[in-house]
């Protein structure tokens, strides 16, 4: 059978097709999740740190389960851990709507702590998807479209990115709480049902450690010893753990920039439509050369549109800053993803992705707590300058001691 080729050659699997629409769906109903859950829990508690504490309650449980989860991913049917996940995501999403029903409304009295208690199972969900995801995505394309795959998936995620924040954003704005959610539930719901459609891809062979503190071990090994991915994944973590300022969005929103939810929205999807646009360019002009230090110097920019966003007091010029941060942070995202893929065996991926996922996904919930925590402590605007400044001295550190990423040529 012949490999499809072109800039949309993954697209002509059908399976590939499938998997990225399940991931639409299912991020477009996490964005508008994010925006709503943000608003509600600032609106009871009108306090920062509280934004941040969203973030917590995702990252414990998801931090808690990853490396297990990556094991399981190298071992169990990828297709079965993804739907269980679904199940339980939307389940979480039903939870949500439930607490704004007259019927759920009593558990509020208790404050936000109902919605974090649903926000740490949805964590344990996300922390046993993320890699089985990771690892199923391979098994669909031929290894020669990796790259391709990748870009096509980073596009449909940075699409669903920028519907949901502005989508959530204007729910909230117009039909309220209630109506919000249900939406959430049933783009769940839709994304659930496509992922069953997905054809079962047979594991591969099995890695020879033996146990499953061995084979956890081997890779944490593979990730620590290898100082290309080591890199590539530590430019990320700090990035994002400091140079974030997603969690302050509603407090920028509110009280700087005074444009309300709707606004909120607009704010929430700028760095996607950055990243959309650059995703988009890169699937016509892949990156060629000079990969590590284009890597490095998208990563030293983005931490330049975090200081410059905390200055800015004009909607405008935030929104163009935010969206030129998506825009480096997609490079980042597409050169990772496709050095973790060609560069991890098959048997392996699930457990690597997990270390990934400790790095990076959990990062970002971490970052929101960080973000709530400094802001409380040095105010809003210092806090976001001050991780825009951690970022730039993250990838002075890792250019001058990861000199085989700083050299590196080409992706794959």
């Not at 002509?12 to 477009?28: A, E, H, N, S, W």
């Not at 400091?242 to 700087?256: N, Q, R, Y």
Request: hydrophobic share 55%; glycine share 10%.
């Amino acid at each position: 059978m012949s490999i499809p080729t072109g800039p949309y050659a993954a697209l002509k699997i059908p399976d590939f097709r499938l998997f990225i629409l399940t991931r639409f769906f299912v991020t477009l109903a996490i964005q508008i999740q994010g925006v709503v859950v943000a608003w509600q829990v600032y609106d009871i508690t009108h306090d920062p740190l509280s934004l941040g504490l969203i973030g917590l309650a995702e990252a414990i449980p998801s931090i808690s389960v990853s490396l297990y989860a990556g094991h399981l991913a190298d071992i169990v049917n990828r297709k079965k851990i993804i739907v269980t996940c679904l199940v339980t995501l939307l389940f979480c999403s039903l939870a949500l709507l439930f607490f704004t029903l007259e019927p759920g409304k009593f558990w509020l009295s208790y404050g936000a702590l109902p919605i974090y208690s649903v926000i740490f199972v949805s964590g344990i969900a996300r922390g046993f998807i993320t890699p089985a995801l990771f690892a199923f995505m391979p098994q669909l394309v031929p290894r020669e479209l990796y790259s391709n795959a990748i870009t096509w998936n980073s596009t449909l995620w940075e699409t669903a990115a920028i519907g949901g924040p502005a989508i959530g954003g204007l729910l909230y704005a117009w039909k309220g709480v209630q109506f919000s959610y249900g939406a959430d539930a049933l783009l769940m719901l839709a994304g659930l049902s496509l992922a069953i459609g997905v054809s079962s891809k047979p594991l591969p062979p099995e890695s020879e450690e033996q146990g499953i503190f061995d084979k956890i071990s081997a890779g944490l090994r593979f990730v620590f010893n290898h100082q290309i991915i080591l890199g590539a994944i530590s430019l990320d973590l700090f990035a994002v753990l400091f140079g974030g300022a997603v969690a302050l969005l509603p407090i920028f929103a509110k009280e700087i920039l005074a444009v309300g939810p709707q606004g909120l929205g607009l704010l929430r999807a700028a760095p996607s439509v950055g990243a959309l646009l650059m995703a988009f360019y890169i699937t016509h002009n892949p990156i060629r050369k000079n990969t590590g230090k284009i890597l490095l110097c998208c990563v030293a920019g983005f931490g330049v549109c975090m200081i410059l966003f905390a200055l800015s007091t004009n909607f405008l010029i935030s929104l163009f800053l935010l969206m030129m941060s998506g825009m480096f942070d997609c490079v980042s995202v597409i050169i990772r993803g496709t050095l973790l893929q060609t560069l991890t065996p098959e048997n392996m991926k699930g457990r690597v992705s997990a270390v990934n996922h400790i790095f990076i996904g959990s990062s970002n919930e971490i970052g929101m707590f960080e973000s709530g925590l400094a802001a409380r402590l040095l105010r809003v605007v210092p806090s976001v300058i001050f991780g825009g400044c951690m970022t730039l001295i993250s990838v002075g550190t890792i250019a001058v001691f990861a000199k085989s990423l700083r050299r590196l040529q080409k992706v794959q």
